[in-house]
């Protein structure tokens, strides 16, 4: 269960990414999105995920440092003490009451298990799009984009981006299986500091095979571009 949470974790906070060979509009919608996000040199925040599912709630809270659109590290003090560090391709799992480490590279589980690479930074939610064909419309004040994938994929049969016009902003995010159900949706909230948009908070619905579950995903005490040092990005 831990495994798939973590999964659908990463999916609501899909990393930045480059676009090429794309529809004029669309792409000149995603670089004003891009704009953005790519103030954003570095960030620090306290994250607080309450989980409800079946009538049981579950906290847990950890610490998030960013850098750039490659280098992560998580961590998780409750329920399990817990890091987590990518930087690049490369993912150090450590378990902090037992010590067990382990490196993982993410390139060879990808290439073996079909998965896409969403990223691991939650200043930019438009990682997935690299791997889709992509449609935009307009409805209302927002921006619909809607991608299916470019390959056929066993997780994935669509996912749907609104945008809110005005401030170019990923305001939610559905995602669907290839059967047309829904998996997943998120709405997130900003905040402004330093005169840039930062994430605040996503409000998630993830269904598992265990049932739906709601997902809060609260960002405090946020700070960026203040400078965060290489080494707390080590894998090794």
């Given at each position: 269960?831990g495994?798939k949470l ?16 794309l529809?004029?509009?669309?792409e000149?919608?995603?670089?004003k999105i891009k ?18 599912s ?10 998030i440092w ?7 590290r ?6 399990v003490?817990t ?9 150090l ?8 480490r382990l490196?993982q ?8 298990t079909?998965e ?7 200043t930019d939610?438009?990682?997935a799009?690299e ?27 669509k996912?749907i ?10 305001v ?5 299986n290839p059967?047309?159900?829904l998996?997943?949706?998120?709405t997130?909230?900003y ?6 948009w930062v ?13 739906s ?5 609260s960002?405090?005490n ?15």
């Amino acid at each position: 269960m831990g495994k798939k949470l973590a999964v659908l974790l990463i999916l609501l906070l899909m990393g930045s990414t480059v676009w090429a060979a794309l529809d004029p509009a669309i792409e000149d919608l995603l670089g004003k999105i891009k704009s953005n996000q790519s103030q954003i040199k570095d960030m620090s925040a306290d994250i607080l995920t309450i989980m409800k599912s079946g009538g049981k709630q579950m906290e847990q809270k950890g610490k998030i440092w960013i850098k750039g659109d490659n280098k992560s590290r998580m961590e998780s003090s409750t329920p399990v003490n817990t890091v987590t560090v990518v930087n690049g391709d490369k993912r150090l799992l450590i378990n902090q009451d037992t010590g067990e480490r382990l490196v993982q590279d993410m390139k060879k589980l990808r290439e073996k298990t079909g998965e896409m690479d969403f990223g691991n930074s939650p200043t930019d939610q438009t990682k997935a799009l690299e791997y889709f064909n992509l449609k935009l419309r307009q409805e209302g004040q927002n921006y619909i984009i809607e991608g299916t994938p470019k390959k056929p994929n066993i997780m994935l049969g669509k996912v749907i981006f609104e945008i809110e016009e005005a401030r170019h902003l990923p305001v939610k995010i559905s995602i669907y299986n290839p059967k047309g159900a829904l998996v997943s949706s998120s709405t997130i909230e900003y905040q402004k500091i330093k005169n840039i948009w930062v994430i605040k908070e996503n409000k998630a619905m993830v269904k598992t095979p265990q049932g739906s579950m709601n997902l809060t995903m609260s960002f405090n005490n946020v700070k960026i571009n203040e400078g965060i040092s290489d080494n707390q990005f080590k894998v090794d």
